[in-house]
Structures are given as C-alpha cells and as structure tokens.
C-alpha cells in the first residue's frame, strides 16, 4: 500500500518558519520525482516545489528563495523548509509523486498576520 504522509504543520506568525516532512512508503524512492502543492481555502490545489530524484529543483515564482524541498533518500522523507512565512502562505500543502499521480492527506499551514 502507497502512502505519503506529511507532518510538520502548524500556526506560525508571519516572518516565522517551518518544516513539513512526507514521509514516502509502499514504493520506491530513490529517484523518484517528488513534489509539493498547496491549496489555499476557495483556491484551486497550486504547484509549489519539485524534487527531480537528481539533485534537480524546481520552485513556484511565489516561493522561489524562502521554500526549500530536499530529500533524505535512506529514510524515504521530503522535506520542505518554509522560511519568512507571510499570510498568503497559509494552506493546506501536499506532497505529490509522478507518475502515478499519489497524493498525501496534507498538512495544515497557518500563517497569522
């Protein structure tokens, strides 16, 4: 059974930071295209980050230099550093993987004015 299940969410105030994790069970990973959305209340799910499975990124304009996604490939974990957190930021953020298209249940980010 696949699973991507991420923690690291919370209620932080703007300029603040976080870590979300995914950790990755049920398939390889080594390799493996990883990615993070996110969906904001009323908004379509939107790409926020990718890990190509080669040392290759890939970044959202809105997130490019405050997000950071890296992996950590013995223990199967995603991660993304969110840094200077702003209110626009507030989601709910999923991690993602091609190609077969599996989702996690997401993790809850708060970010208070």
């Known amino acids: 059974q696949v699973q991507l299940v991420e923690s690291g969410g919370g209620l932080v105030q703007a300029g603040g930071s976080l870590r979300l994790s995914c950790l990755v069970s049920?398939?390889?990973?080594?390799?493996?295209?990883m990615e993070w959305y996110r969906q904001a209340p009323g908004n379509e799910r939107e790409y926020v980050a990718r890990?190509?499975?080669?040392?290759?990124?890939n970044y959202a304009d809105s997130v490019k230099g405050r997000f950071t996604i890296s992996r950590d490939n013995v223990n199967r974990i995603l991660y993304l550093q969110i840094n200077s957190l702003k209110p626009e930021d507030t989601a709910v953020y999923y991690c993602?993987?091609?190609?077969?298209?599996?989702w996690g249940q997401g993790t809850q980010v708060t970010v208070s004015s």
């Open positions: 890990d190509n499975g080669f040392g290759g990124t």
């Open positions: 993602h993987t091609i190609p077969e298209d599996y």
């Open positions: 049920g398939v390889s990973f080594n390799n493996r295209i």
